[in-house]
């Protein structure tokens, strides 16, 4: 139940194309959903998120798209740029109480130049 | 905006030595911070929350004696693992979430602790 799959683990994408990352989750209960951006060696670092009250948000070359009903979001990048290869987890939480964050598994983003 | 700044960020020991993370919230208040661990390659797993002025909540499999957590001010949190040994080495990362519980949490950079 409180699981989130995330999946490719891992995807390579030419420069400027699109990428693609798509995670589901069980818990109906979750009301907030992230995506966060991680170099090697460092912290995640929050990219977008996303409220089940609306089905996509887009902030610059990033947008999330949201299905309620299939339980399931993705993160699209646009244009993608070598900058931009990383590891990228999605999230669930609980706006309320505790916030805990249950993370996906993780995809290893390529962007060949 | 929000920074979490985790100290040290890096840390070698012997094994059968106690190691000290500290985490801080250097422009707000942390009511709640996190503590996870992260393994090369996969994901972070929550080890705790650490509520500012009471006893933090390990998760499932966490043993507490092994890490301990105090969160003595709003801005400060410290993860000491005692008596360390070489399956302890690991990335281990907080968060911190403000007092208002209305922004999302903020991640530290991580400490990488090696044990030899």
């Known amino acids: 139940q409180q699981q989130v799959k995330q999946s490719p683990q891992s995807l390579i994408v030419q420069k400027g194309g699109i990428s693609i990352i798509n995670c589901a989750y069980e818990n109906t209960a979750f009301d907030y959903f992230p995506w966060y951006q991680q170099f090697p060696g460092k912290g995640p670092a929050l990219l977008i998120a996303i409220r089940p009250d609306v089905s996509e948000k887009k902030e610059g070359r990033f947008t999330i798209s949201f299905n309620k009903s299939a339980k399931q979001f993705s993160l699209h990048i646009m244009d993608s740029q070598p900058g931009d290869s990383a590891t990228y987890f999605c999230a669930a939480s609980r706006i309320g109480g505790a916030q805990k964050l249950v993370f996906g598994q993780g995809t290893r983003l390529t962007i060949n130049p | 905006g929000a920074v979490v700044s985790q100290h040290p960020s890096w840390v070698i020991c012997k094994s059968g030595t106690s190691v000290k993370i500290e985490c801080r919230s250097l422009?707000?208040?942390?009511?709640?911070m996190f503590w996870y661990r992260q393994f090369p390659k996969q994901s972070l797993m929550l080890m705790a929350t650490s509520n500012e002025g009471s006893k933090a909540t390990y998760e499932q499999g966490v043993e507490k004696d092994k890490f301990l957590i105090n969160h003595a001010s709003l801005t400060l949190s410290t993860l000491t693992v005692t008596s360390a040994h070489p399956e302890d080495s690991s990335f281990y990362i907080c968060?911190?979430?403000?007092?208002?519980?209305?922004?999302?949490?903020?991640f530290g950079d991580g400490t990488r602790l090696s044990i030899l």
């Open positions: 968060s911190a979430r403000d007092r208002t519980g209305n922004q999302p949490q903020h």
């Open positions: 422009d707000f208040q942390a009511t709640t």
